[in-house]
């Protein structure tokens, strides 16, 4: 199908042409049609729906979950997901993984990526997801995977879900657009986006090939976490979530669907367009985030407060307080803490961290190597920390108040250790020496002076 014949979505949306219109804050009940009166009124599933459509329920949690996690949505689409169906097949999975993957022997020390290159080949979204960690086990719904996504080309007349995890997008070169079940999402660098489990989507450049990070979540899906004795404001705000409001294609031309269900990739043909759906309602839907309106806390006489305090979403567990999964985020705010070193501390921890860098510089590692695009994994129980220059000169900088500014890292962290995949151990932007950055570290004791 040419682009004269391929339906436009902002075209159908009911919104008019132009850039995708979205709907509100995080887990409302939303309700958005593309075509007036769409969306059957005091129920959900009518004799009869408008406009000759069916009516098709997506469950993001059992049936039975407490009302405050149960999540659905009801779809009123041009054919139920059924009649989107083929003869799947097995299809070459390329780099993509999903736990458990033990494809190599793990390493204990600390692991840092250069930048992977953006290739010349032509590589959809699909095509272009290169796993560097998995943790846990997707069959038993807990952990993730840990991947760097390269798209070279946008895909035509194909579409994909996920049916292991919901996948949240970090993009860090390019802009994409999400074609989506619910309608449109564009993401560029700065924002981040949740596609659930289970909802189709076509992924599109906007401005040429794109690069940015992937988590792959197994387990419960990404909430907001609570404040605690921060109270009601700060961190991320609910008011600042997107969801894209309903939009449509309605076309009947041969098309590819590809699944990913049990660490598998499976290709089948389809006659038409899966992103049918008129008009929704529910609470189970992609979004979007940008992450310059997170409103970070800090200390603000001594001392260094826990990450923790950064977290923007988090995926919890069966433990209180044991995250699956939180997001964490490094970004733009004021260092004014008395007679304290400002970066990050040595430590070690429970929690397994995978780092990425969007742009600018991160305050622990100054001393170069790690660059936009790169990354990092410092494994649980393992020793990490800020490099000999960031030491030397958070240990001697003149103590006024400080902005940190043109800078966005983020952690993936989890409860579950990070294995590594044969791709991540044998790639040239693997740093060979980064596992050895703390024996630069100079011996500093001196037992007569205090």
């Given amino acids: 199908m040419n682009d004269q014949t391929r339906p436009n979505l902002a075209l159908t949306s009911g919104a008019g042409a132009g850039a995708p219109k979205y709907l509100t804050g995080f887990g409302n009940g939303f309700e958005t049609e593309a075509l007036p009166g769409a969306l059957p009124v005091g129920r959900n599933s009518p004799q009869q729906c408008p406009y000759g459509l069916y009516a098709e329920q997506l469950s993001g949690s059992p049936f039975t979950a407490p009302r405050k996690t149960n999540e659905r949505s009801w779809l009123y689409r041009i054919r ?3 009649a989107h169906w083929g003869d799947f097949k097995p299809i070459d999975k390329g780099l993509w993984r999903t736990a458990p993957a033990p494809e190599v022997e793990q390493p204990i020390a600390p692991l840092r990526w250069d930048p992977i290159p953006l290739p ?60 989506t079940e619910f309608g449109i999402i564009d993401i560029a660098p700065g924002e981040v986006a949740i596609i659930p489990r289970g909802v189709k989507l076509r992924v599109e450049l906007v401005d040429g090939p794109a690069r940015g990070y992937l988590c792959e979540n197994y387990g419960g899906g990404f909430t907001l976490p609570e404040r605690g004795p921060i109270g009601a404001n700060c961190l991320a705000n609910p008011r600042d979530f997107l969801t894209p409001v309903a939009a449509y294609e309605d076309s009947g031309a041969p098309s590819k669907l590809i699944v990913k269900w049990g660490g598998a990739l499976y290709g089948a043909d389809i006659a038409g367009s899966p992103l049918d759906v008129v008009a929704w309602h529910g609470n189970y839907a992609p979004y979007k985030y940008d992450l310059r309106r997170f409103s970070p806390v800090g200390p603000v006489l001594y001392d260094h407060a826990d990450p923790s305090i950064f977290t923007v979403l988090t995926s919890p567990s069966e433990t209180p307080g044991t995250a699956n999964i939180d997001f964490v985020i490094f970004s733009d705010r004021w260092l004014v803490a008395e007679n304290t070193f400002r970066p990050p501390w040595y430590h070690m921890n429970v929690m ?5 860098l969007v ?6 590692k100054t001393g170069g190597g790690f660059a936009p695009g790169g990354m990092s994994l410092h494994n649980m129980m393992l020793p990490h920390g ?24 983020f952690m993936f962290e989890t409860r579950f250790p990070q294995r590594l995949t044969k791709f991540a151990a044998e790639t040239s932007a693997l740093q060979a020496d980064y596992r050895n950055y703390g024996a630069t570290l100079k011996r500093r004791f001196d037992p007569t002076r205090p």
């Fill in 352 to 356: 397994s961290e995978f780092m990425g």
């Fill in 80 to 82: 139920p997901t059924v």
């Fill in 386 to 409: 800020p490099d000999v220059d960031a030491f030397e000169k958070a240990s001697h900088a003149e103590l006024k108040p400080h902005k940190l500014e043109g800078t966005l890292a």
């Fill in 120 to 179: 010349k080949t032509s590589l959809s979204f699909v095509e272009g997801v290169h796993t560097i960690t998995t943790a846990g086990d997707a069959a038993a719904t807990a952990g993730m995977g840990a991947h760097v996504y390269i798209v070279t080309r946008s895909m035509r007349d194909e579409y994909f879900y996920n049916a292991d995890g919901e996948m949240m997008f970090v993009p860090q070169q390019g802009s994409l657009r999400l074609c």
């Fill in 359 to 364: 742009y600018g510089v991160y305050d622990a």
